[in-house]
């Protein structure tokens, strides 16, 4: 059942309770008020109960817990009066919980820590009070994050932190936590980012911190801590944002690494550092002397060591200089993009001097090319931007900025960039990614290139199941960006093309060039963004509304989706010269449903369907969901804002459709085998 985002009132009816064969509820997103009916365990079928975003008060039910086959639930956005209920430990099959922003009271439970296959757990931004059970942070299974900032917790964080050597991002910022910052942070291997601000946290940063070779993002400022600066943060090499401000450091601030960038690290409020470089505005670091005004005798032996060592810096610089060509060495890194260090002269050897066999596509904003690069031998693929079109380096920059603060297995991940100069002086960008072995999903649908054989061309097609599959994955990496991020993303260029593939067809969203941010703390579907730099997107995946100068939103990226669906299955682009006047994929799809859907799918899965490979249980059951499929298309393209699906509900409909395909009792699984591979 799936009525979110409807501006629903009044309170919830109890005879919602009898429906227990329900497996999915999205509420979410309604302005629904009163208390959750106790009877609601009753629904024991459930596995995602979503009820977001209303206006709930009073206490959440113990009874929930009784759901144990809950999956997902989401209960952010309320206005509870009571604690976390206990019982929730009973749903050990869940996997994501969102609590925050709900005014829930008392401690955390640690009956919470029975939920060993969480991914995710945010209680951000309640008036949650007491200790950091043990046995929250005892749950290996968390990978994507888990946010409990913006409480009033308080004593130590538990050691037990060291479970988590899986979790991409922690957050315990603003609390009132105490005591020192534990050495086990230091096996927390996979952290990309770690918010531990605006606490009283006190002590040295632990020497294990060096191990996170990983982390993006460090955020220790507003806390007490004490002692120097570990130079080990120099070498960690993809760290891009550093506060370490308002504690009391003290001694050097390093020079390389990720404090070559003054726009990366803050250091401000610990006034008993010096050095560091010139933007930082600290005074110069002075020797001691000896009461008789003398330097030690370790300074002399410092001062001698560092003379020589600059003699003979100097020495071998004039001989290079006399038998060699002096040569223009390219900056690595520029203020725009403190966040990712890669030299020119790197991406110049990994793609072999961009040579033309290595070229992998050439688009109006630049051109992608294969490389390999030498610190691990990783395939990548360099993105090179023509600089020559201004809106190549807006492209740059808004890619930069996305992915630097998004992480999710259906998202291309952006592995490190450059930022700097080529060897001839000229401004020179790159962003390097995980290379996709089988590329874009524009070159499964419409494999047909000229010079290509047929029987190559016939090896590139998608089966239904891949195409539902993929379907999934790009549904899950919008819901992501619109929900599950901090500040919600809007990616705006949503088509095949941007679909990138890897060696097992998981689907990976791609090309943030467009992609815009929500501005922080709305809870608004759109946001103001000036009409005059024209539509954006691709024609024929662009919402009706941006071509009127309406404000970009998050029903335009579902739009976008809806057309991209409707492709999947029928083969045909929206730009097909059979469409004109008010004839359109979304009209031409809609006036075949659903009675002559078979005339309007892709010939290869009408093939499928009537093929004698699989069974009629199997053809019936595809048939029946090719149906259901493009019914989730058509309302995503509606021309309407209003009339379209919310991407939640989106997901949650496929993968209903999947579940129903394989549910049949008749289809063993080696079938199921021969059709995924078929």
């Known amino acids: 059942m799936a009525i979110n985002s409807n501006n629903f009132g009044g309170m919830l009816p109890s005879a919602i309770t009898n429906f227990t064969s329900l497996r999915i509820m999205t509420l979410d997103y309604n302005r629904i008020f009163g208390s959750i009916p106790a009877g609601l365990g009753n629904l024991v079928n459930l596995e995602m109960l979503y009820m977001g975003n209303n206006q709930f008060t009073g206490d959440i039910p113990e009874e929930i817990g009784e759901l144990q086959q809950l999956k997902e639930l989401d209960l952010h956005g309320n206005k509870f009066s009571g604690n976390i209920p206990s019982s929730f430990g009973n749903l050990t099959l869940l996997i994501h919980l969102y ?9 955390i439970p640690p009956e919470l820590g029975k939920c060993q296959n969480l991914l995710l757990l945010n209680l951000r931004q309640n008036n949650l009070t007491g200790a950091i059970p043990k046995e929250v942070l005892s749950i290996p299974s968390l990978t994507i994050y888990m946010d409990l900032s913006r409480n009033n917790l308080i004593g130590s964080f538990p050691t037990e932190v060291g479970t988590l050597t899986n979790l991409g991002i922690l957050d315990i910022s603003h609390n009132m936590l105490s005591g020192e910052i534990p050495g086990t942070l230091g096996s927390c291997v996979s952290l990309e980012a770690l918010y531990m601000q605006n606490n009283f946290f006190q002590g040295n940063i632990p020497s294990s911190f060096i191990s996170l070779r990983g982390l993006q993002v460090l955020n220790l400022s507003h806390d007490n801590l004490t002692g120097n600066i570990p130079d080990f ?3 960690l090499r993809t760290l891009a944002i550093l506060n370490l401000s308002f504690n009391t ?3 050097l601030v390093p020079t390389d690494g990720v404090f070559r960038n003054a726009s990366a690290v803050s250091v401000v409020g610990n006034s008993k550092l010096c050095g560091g470089i010139a933007e930082f505005q600290l005074l110069e670091c002075n020797f001691k002397v000896t009461k008789k005004g003398r330097l030690t005798l370790a300074m002399k032996l410092v001062i001698a060591a560092s003379a020589l060592l600059c003699a003979a810096l100097v020495l071998t610089s004039l001989f290079l200089l006399f038998v060699k060509r002096k040569k223009v060495e390219p900056t690595p890194t520029s203020p725009e993009n403190s966040v990712f260090q890669m030299s020119y002269r790197s991406l110049l050897k990994a793609t072999d001097g961009f040579s033309l066999t290595n070229l992998l596509g050439v688009g109006g904003f630049g051109s992608v090319y294969k490389g390999i690069l030498d610190s691990d031998e990783k395939l990548v693929a360099v993105k090179v ?3 020559l079109n201004p809106r190549a380096s807006k492209s740059f920059k808004a890619e930069c900025e996305v992915l630097r603060n998004v992480r999710h297995r259906n998202l291309v991940k952006l592995l490190t960039a450059c930022s700097g100069s080529d060897y001839q002086r000229n401004d020179f960008k790159a962003l390097v990614y995980e290379f996709m072995v089988n590329g874009s999903l524009e070159e499964w ?3 047909i290139t000229p010079g290509i054989d047929k029987a190559r061309e016939s090896s590139r097609s998608l089966n239904f199941v891949q ?8 549904s899950c990496a919008l819901e992501y960006l619109h929900r599950g991020c901090r500040t919600p993303v809007v990616h705006c260029d949503l088509k095949p093309s941007n679909v990138l593939l890897d060696d097992e067809m998981t689907g990976h969203v791609g090309d943030f060039g467009l992609a815009r941010f929500f501005p922080e703390a709305t809870n608004n579907l759109s946001f103001n963004q000036s009409s005059t730099n024209g539509v954006r997107g691709t024609i024929g995946y662009t919402a009706p509304e941006y071509g009127m100068g309406n404000e970009v939103s998050t029903s335009g990226d579902v739009f976008s989706y809806g057309i991209l669906l409707l492709e999947m299955f029928s083969g045909k682009r929206p730009t097909d010269e059979i469409f004109e006047d008010s004839l359109n994929l979304h009209t031409y799809m809609k006036a075949a ?3 002559k859907v078979e005339e309007i799918l892709d010939p290869i899965l009408v093939q499928e369907i009537k093929g004698e490979t699989s069974s009629y249980m199997w053809k019936s059951q595809v048939q029946d969901c090719v149906v259901s499929v493009l019914e989730v298309g058509i309302a995503c393209s509606a021309e309407l804002p209003s009339e379209r699906m919310d991407i939640s509900e989106v997901t949650a409909e496929l993968q209903a459709i999947k579940e129903e395909l394989f549910r049949s009792e008749d289809m063993g699984a080696h079938e199921v085998q021969v059709v995924l591979q078929s």
Request: net charge negative.
């Open 385 to 387: 931007p023509n600089l």
């Open 467 to 474: 195409r539902l599959n993929i379907a999934i994955d790009i």
């Open 593 to 595: 449903f659903p009675g």
């Open 445 to 447: 649908l419409h494999p």
């Open 233 to 235: 943060f120099m070498d």
């Open 249 to 251: 450091f003290e001694g």
């Open 99 to 107: 609590m925050y922003q709900s005014s829930l009271k008392g401690s």
